[in-house]
Every structure is written in structure tokens, then in C-alpha cells.
């Protein structure tokens, strides 16, 4: 996922987790001034402190809103301050927290380039050489490898098997075409692969 710059939400706006992007999650505290460690997902990773306000969705399902005060990049990682919080022991809590962003405050993109939540969900229909369209399921997640980003499709409904698939994501090689509008796109790709 690519993230540019953000508008900060302004203080005591929330969301709700429908128009959430999962950006990130609270992996463990740092410190003992209720600092905790964060695995971002954005692309420079630093850019998850460009969001203030994330609704953190805790392993048992619970949500919670809270504010960020404070965070740098630290080592390979990011560290952040959560508003209020100046105890390691409250920090714990927050720890296996997956960090929601809302969709508003994502930046638009150009047009060809996608958020990877816009693509999953998506049905991944096959072009064969003989001409034919075969379905081969959903876009479940994506995967960043060093190369490129590979699109893990997984059987669906009206699918011709029940395979899962690791597509890589080549526009113009291999995807072929993408229509948010119509949920589906179009790959290069050999169904028996």
C-alpha cells in the first residue's frame, strides 16, 4: 500500500471500522512512559503518524478510539505515544491492536494506481491463450515481496476450482484490467498454474 501525506481528522471525530483501513498493528510497548512499537503497513512507513486519530481493533474484537500524541521512527520500526497513556502496564492493553485509519484521509492516488483494500474482494477473472474467461476466485490479501506485489486469490463462488493462487501484481504482463466500478479484473494468467 502506498500512503502520501494526510489531513489529520480533527480531535474527537471518530469512525466507524466499515470506513476503516487497516494501516498497521501495535506489536508490543516501549519504554515505560506508555510508548508502544508499530508495525505499519504504509509505504514510507513513517506515514502512519500522519494519522492522529486510529480506531484500534483488539484481537478479542473490541474496538477502541484512541488519539496519537506523539511517534518517530525508531531503529527499523516506528514507536508512537497514544494520548493519555503514561504507563507501561496501560500500554500493554493496546498491544495485538490492529491500527485503523479512516478511508477519508487517505490521499487520492493517479489514476492506474490502487490501495491494496481496493483490490481485495475483487473476482480475478483469467484470460486463457485460447481466448476463454475462467473465474479463479477473489483477491483474498496481497503480498509484498522484493520484486513485486502478489495478489493471493482464493476460491469463490462461481469459481472453476476451489485452488488457491499467488498472481503477481504485473500491470500490463499479467493484470491486464481493473474495474472497481464492476468488482472484478482481468489477468494473464494459465488457470492450471
Not at 511517534?71 to 514507536?79: C, L, M, Y
Request: include cysteine; glycine fraction near 10%; charge should be negative.
Amino acid at each position: 500500500m502506498s500512503v502520501a501525506g494526510a489531513a489529520v481528522r480533527p480531535s474527537g471525530q471518530s469512525f466507524g471500522v466499515e470506513q476503516g483501513v487497516t494501516m498497521g498493528r501495535i506489536t508490543s510497548v516501549y519504554g515505560v512512559k506508555g510508548w508502544v512499537k508499530v508495525y505499519s503497513f504504509a509505504d514510507p512507513m513513517e506515514n502512519i503518524l500522519n494519522y492522529r486519530q486510529w480506531l484500534l481493533r483488539h484481537p478479542d474484537g473490541r474496538l477502541q478510539a484512541v488519539s496519537i500524541d506523539g511517534g518517530r521512527k525508531h531503529g527499523k520500526g516506528i514507536v508512537a505515544h497514544v494520548a493519555g497513556c503514561d504507563d507501561r502496564d496501560k500500554a500493554l492493553a493496546f498491544t495485538g491492536a490492529d491500527i485503523l485509519v479512516s478511508r477519508d484521509e487517505l490521499p487520492e492516488l493517479e489514476a492506474g494506481d490502487y490501495y491494496w483494500h481496493q483490490l481485495e474482494g475483487l473476482t480475478v477473472l483469467a484470460l486463457t491463450e485460447s481466448g476463454d474467461e475462467v473465474n479463479l476466485g477473489k483477491v483474498d490479501h496481497l503480498i509484498e515481496t522484493g520484486a513485486n506485489d502478489v495478489l493471493v486469490v482464493r476460491a469463490a463462488k462461481g469459481s472453476v476450482d476451489k485452488q488457491e493462487r499467488m498472481v503477481p501484481y504485473l500491470l500490463e504482463q499479467v493484470v491486464k484490467e481493473i474495474s472497481l466500478e464492476e468488482g472484478f479484473m482481468r489477468v494473464l494468467w494459465d488457470p492450471d498454474f
